[in-house]
């Protein structure tokens, strides 16, 4: 049989450009007509194309043998920059397209400029400040009034934000310390009907204070999940009972009221420093000192200023305060506070100072792996004429690094970089020119 070598040339052209198209089948937006007509033109057999993952535009453009004038959808949101192939020249064949700018198009993304990860043990976060008073006394002990009467002074008279009653320890079982009774169950209550949600937290907890081997100093428990035993043969045993009980937070109170009130030179002891993390500032002693004297024996704690209530008087007793930076005003976000050393001590019923590190660790956070360390503080009073006169940075062993004069300003800020060569810290204290004074919680450092 005689084949018609032109009719068969073109016929096999037609079936390329069929199979290369991907036909009806590949989803081209042509007019069908027109493929099935080159089809039915000549008598080719029947050929099976499989989709291919090339697109029509590449796969049409990458042939230097099918026609200029075949008619290829365009996509109207794609500008076609180049569709010559240069077979000669070993250039790139694929597509090259540009964007046209359109709603469509993405966005010109830049990669991030992101600066070093914070340290270990570096605590972030956005807080705003609370005042409360976190040792105070009922007649549950030897105080006066209920807890209901201590919770609603303090919201409505002293306009506190936090009030935690903390009555002694012994006092709150049947005696000869038997049993528990039901005062302590009873403050629960009352905490919770005096609370006021954004407005005022109360809360109950209790103060430690007796021992059969002398008292070595008082220590106020809160968050425990129960009361811990009446009488423990001595203070070591009291720190047993917080290391046992993992949620509760505990504080020195009134360090050196007494010259046996320093347990035992600050003994210290690594298990229960993870839960041991407030000291007091009231006291009949020289809290700035015994304070020093705490971080220098290895002690994790920060500062805050309470009351020790036993008159009807809870929180206008003194303008003196325990300050807290919280998320919001909840017990959970008073309790990540405490845990995280996020505390200060003022002496004046609304200042307040924060210290920080140049890259947003809080103060209270224990840095590891670092060398060098930069900490900005800041203070400031909403009442006119309550200037400060100084802002002062300290360390180890009561070691001024650096003072900053506010000339009275009722705002002021400073900052100063630690060279961390072994174990360290740095506080801030501010200076009003009133006498009253701020002091904030440390940021440890270790290399």
Known sequence: MQ??????????????????????????????????????????????AEPSD?????????????????????DPDVTVVDLAVDHGSGADDSLIVA??????????????????????????????????????????????????????????????????????LEQLYVIPCLMPDKDFPDCQQAATD??????????????YGTSFGGVTGHNNVYFAAGLFPCLQA????????????????????????????????????????????LM????????????????????????????????ADWGTKNDSRAGF????????????????????????KNSTIALKTADGCWMGSILQKVKSVTVTAEVADPDSGDGFIALEFWGPKMTQFRAVDCAGASTCSGSTTVQVSGPTF???????SDGQYMVSAPIWMEP
């Open 325 to 348: 930076f919280m998320t919001d005003l909840t017990a959970e976000a008073l309790h990540m506070a405490m845990r995280d050393r996020r505390s200060f001590a003022t002496t004046d």
């Open 280 to 311: 007091e500032f009231n006291t009949g002693g020289d809290a700035w000192a015994l304070f020093f004297q705490a971080l220098d024996a290895g002690w994790h704690v920060s500062p805050l200023y309470d009351q020790d209530n036993h008159g």
């Open 194 to 207: 005096a609370t006021v949600s954004g407005t005022f937290l109360a809360g109950c907890g209790f103060e």
């Open 99 to 168: 964007d046209d700018g359109g709603e469509d198009a993405p966005p010109d993304i830049q990669p991030p400029d992101v600066g070093p990860p914070p340290p270990e043990g570096c605590v972030l976060g956005e807080f705003r400040p609370y005042f409360g008073n976190m040792h105070a006394h009922t007649s549950n002990s030897d105080g006066a009034g209920t807890p209901a009467d201590a919770f609603a002074y303090a919201r409505d008279t002293a306009k506190l934000d936090i009030q935690f009653v903390t009555d002694h």
């Open 426 to 432: 740095v506080l801030a204290r501010a200076l009003q």
């Open 54 to 74: 090339i697109s029509t535009r590449d796969q049409v453009a990458a042939d230097p043998d099918v026609p200029a004038d075949l008619d290829v959808p365009v």
């Open 234 to 277: 001595y203070f070591t045993e009291f720190y047993q009972s917080v290391v046992d009980d993992k949620s509760c937070i505990a504080q020195f109170n009134h360090p050196g009221d007494s010259f046996t009130h320093t347990w035992r030179n600050f003994e210290y002891h690594a298990d229960v420093d993870q839960n041991l993390n």
């Open 3 to 48: 084949i018609n070598i032109q009719s068969f040339s073109f016929a096999m052209f037609a079936a390329f450009v069929m199979l290369a198209a991907g036909c009806k089948s590949s989803g081209l937006k042509g007019d069908p007509a027109t493929a099935d007509d080159a089809v039915a033109s000549a008598d080719v057999p029947e050929v099976d």
